[in-house]
């Protein structure tokens, strides 16, 4: 959920970031043979309590959604983003301290922080690919090019660092890495390479515009894989269609390596509750 700034405690500046967001992944299993200690009494007053902490997750961090999540690796998730990590984690901790909380197991999680990539052109950059591309420099179409991405760059800098969570039905979370093998070692390849390759890999993904989001955020440092991948897509079929059509991008196909994939659907604590049979 997205919500407008709020007044909170000022946190200790020196946990939030120069540039971006903070951003957390937790997944949920319930815990039956501890739901089953509960007596119905206890049960509706869990439950109860539940709802409000989640309900204040989503008037507390900047950006806070839940989600329920498909197959045996949990049955909810939260993703969280605020400039403060404790916010975050207090999100997190706030939760397994209800009276369902006892109930609750955490499965995964994965912590990481929103950035601008290396790879994403500034203007003059920008600029200077159309030339390369076949546009002449000072021409009609280039100077209608450069203007244009010139109005995009604030609004794509600002979904990169602070975005807004689309509500879109279906989401998918993948950890992944970039690989170090001799005959493929990311890291020892020249950025002019580099940036060749993730600019392939962007284009790829322009295909699905206006049918899935895509945020990358950087763990490096932070987690045990380098990257996080969350995806949001207007159809569940979305998903495996642009993860499908990316894979075949030399960067992707040639350098990258992936972690668990978790897909959810967007739900609120009611309907997770629901669905939990809670």
């Not at 946190?11 to 970031?17: E, K, L």
């Not at 979370?173 to 060749?196: G, H, L, Q, V």
Request: some cysteine.
């Amino acid at each position: 959920m997205n919500r407008p700034p709020h007044a909170q405690n000022l946190p200790d500046p020196s946990v939030i970031p120069e540039e971006g967001w903070h951003c957390s992944h937790f997944y949920y299993a319930f815990d039956r043979a501890a739901l089953q200690k509960l007596s119905g009494r206890q049960l509706v007053a869990a439950r109860k309590e539940f709802i409000g902490i989640i309900s204040e997750g989503e008037a507390g961090p900047e950006r806070f959604q839940l989600s329920i999540v498909s197959g045996h690796k949990a049955d909810f998730g939260l993703m969280i983003m605020d400039p403060n990590p404790l916010t975050i984690d207090r999100a997190h901790q706030r939760l397994l301290g209800t009276k369902l909380g006892a109930a609750i197991t955490t499965t995964y999680s994965f912590i990481s922080i929103t950035e601008i990539s290396e790879y994403v052109p500034t203007i003059e950059q920008y600029a200077a690919r159309l030339v390369t591309e076949g546009e002449e420099e000072g021409s009609p179409t280039y100077e209608a090019k450069v203007n244009a991405y010139k109005q995009r760059e604030p609004i794509m800098t600002k979904q990169r660092l602070m975005p807004d969570f689309p509500q879109w039905p279906a989401t998918c979370f993948y950890p992944m890495n970039k690989i170090r093998i001799p005959d493929a070692n990311w890291f020892m390849t020249d950025f002019s390479e580099r940036n060749r390759l993730m600019a392939e890999h962007a284009r790829s993904g322009m295909g699905f515009a206006g049918k899935v989001q895509q945020l990358i955020t950087t763990s490096v440092g932070l987690d045990d894989w380098e990257w996080g991948v969350t995806l949001w897509a207007r159809n569940p079929e979305y998903l495996k269609d642009i993860v499908y059509a990316m894979r075949f991008d030399e960067a992707s196909a040639k350098y990258a390596e992936f972690g668990p994939f978790y897909t959810s659907y967007i739900a609120t604590a009611e309907e997770v509750l629901a669905h939990c049979d809670i």
